[in-house]
């Protein structure tokens, strides 16, 4: 009994730290990328050697920020907000396989569970901009309701197909069912899934609900201090989660040759950490008329291609 106590208590340990630090680690890497990217001198300054401590010049600049609350916010629903934000990335990363045996908790419905609790994440923002009694953060709140509707779809229906073709719903049962040939015949819903994930947490180009330069913060635009960085902090929480639930059931988990399943696990996940920083700084903001378009008329065929696709792959192979 003292074993198994021990046991949750080390692997809750280490998924509290994984989640305090891979999304540090992530947003230290959108610096320094988009430094080199768009030869941005800043984050390369601070610190020194290759502006080791932007990172932390940052979080030392929200602590000394000041907490304000407008006078015509709901105070208990603008206080709450950040924390449901950030809150159900953490809950997700419990049932995120790192390595063979290395999961917080293995869930026969992982991924239903997954995909359920993602979705509660939006409803931060939709709280925050409702709540902040401005009517820029109101607009903002609505658009992100709306993207959230309109991706979630596409986003199951890729997530479902692969569930179809690995016959199961644990995470870890996925990624052991997984095998390389997997890869070209579930490209599309790869690319729909990692698209409409983008667009769940509002990243460029599918930043509509903060567009700066209409919203000029959209719901997070009167939170300062360490309620803003809670905000970001959940958006890179969000990336890491993104990126690791795309590895997980489109490119092997930990499966890989010579390295360790953890090891090649984490290099997937900053890769694609890579790959959505690269899209930040390569394509313009879409407009809320392309956006929506983009989700009813592309992906949502494009996924339902894919499930038919995956059901007469399945009845072949018998």
Same mark, same amino acid.
């Given at each position: 009994?003292?074993?198994?106590? &021990? ?38 300054? *601070?610190?020194? $050697? ?15 920020? =000041?907490?304000?609350?407008?006078? /015509?916010?709901? %105070? %208990? ?12 990335? &953490? ?15 293995d869930l026969d ?5 997954? @995909?359920?609790?993602? !979705?509660?994440? +939006? ?22 309701? *709306? ?25 870890? !049962?996925?990624?052991? *069912?997984?095998?390389?040939? #997997? ?7 790869? +690319?729909?899934?990692?698209? *409409?994930?983008? /667009? =769940? ?12 330069? =209409? @919203? ?5 635009t009167e939170y ?10 959940? =958006? ?13 059931? $489109?490119?092997?988990? #930990?499966? !890989? ?9 984490? &290099? ?9 920083? #690269? &899209? %930040? ?22 996924? @339902? ?14």
């Amino acid at each position: 009994m003292i074993a198994e106590v &021990l046991d949750a208590a080390v692997r809750l340990l280490v998924i509290v730290t994984a989640f305090l630090v891979l999304p540090l680690v992530a947003g230290q890497m959108e610096h320094k990328v988009m430094a080199h990217m768009q030869a941005r001198l800043g984050p390369m300054c *601070a610190g020194g $050697f290759h502006g080791w401590a932007q990172l932390v010049a940052d979080g030392v600049k929200f602590m000394q920020k =000041e907490e304000i609350v407008p006078a /015509a916010a709901d %105070r %208990r629903v603008f206080a709450l907000a950040p924390g449901v934000a950030l809150i159900p990335y &953490l809950l997700v990363m419990v049932v995120i396989p790192v390595g063979p045996g290395l999961v917080g908790v293995d869930l026969d419905a992982g991924l239903f569970f997954v @995909l359920a609790v993602m !979705g509660v994440g +939006v409803l931060g923002s939709v709280m925050a901009g409702w709540s902040s009694g401005n009517k820029y953060s109101v607009l903002g709140g609505i658009r992100s309701a *709306a993207q959230l509707m309109s991706y979630e779809l596409p986003l199951v229906l890729a997530a479902s197909s692969v569930a179809m073709a690995a016959g199961t719903l644990s995470l870890p !049962g996925i990624v052991q *069912a997984w095998q390389w040939w #997997w890869l070209p015949w579930q490209a599309i819903g790869a +690319v729909v899934f990692f698209v *409409a994930g983008l /667009a =769940e947490l509002r990243r460029p180009p599918f930043d509509m609900p903060i567009a700066d330069s =209409e @919203l000029v913060m959209g719901p997070m635009t009167e939170y300062t201090g360490m309620r803003f960085a809670l905000f970001m902090l959940a =958006e890179y929480a969000g990336i890491v989660v993104v990126s690791a639930l795309t590895t997980v059931l $489109f490119l092997g988990g #930990w499966q !890989g040759p010579f390295l360790p399943g953890p090891v090649w696990t984490l &290099l997937k996940v900053f890769l694609l950490v890579f790959v959505i920083i #690269w &899209l %930040r700084v390569s394509y313009p903001r879409l407009r809320e008329d392309q956006l929506q378009r983009l989700a009813w008329v592309v992906l949502v065929p494009l996924a @339902l291609a894919q499930l038919a696709l995956t059901g007469i792959v399945r009845v072949v192979a018998g």
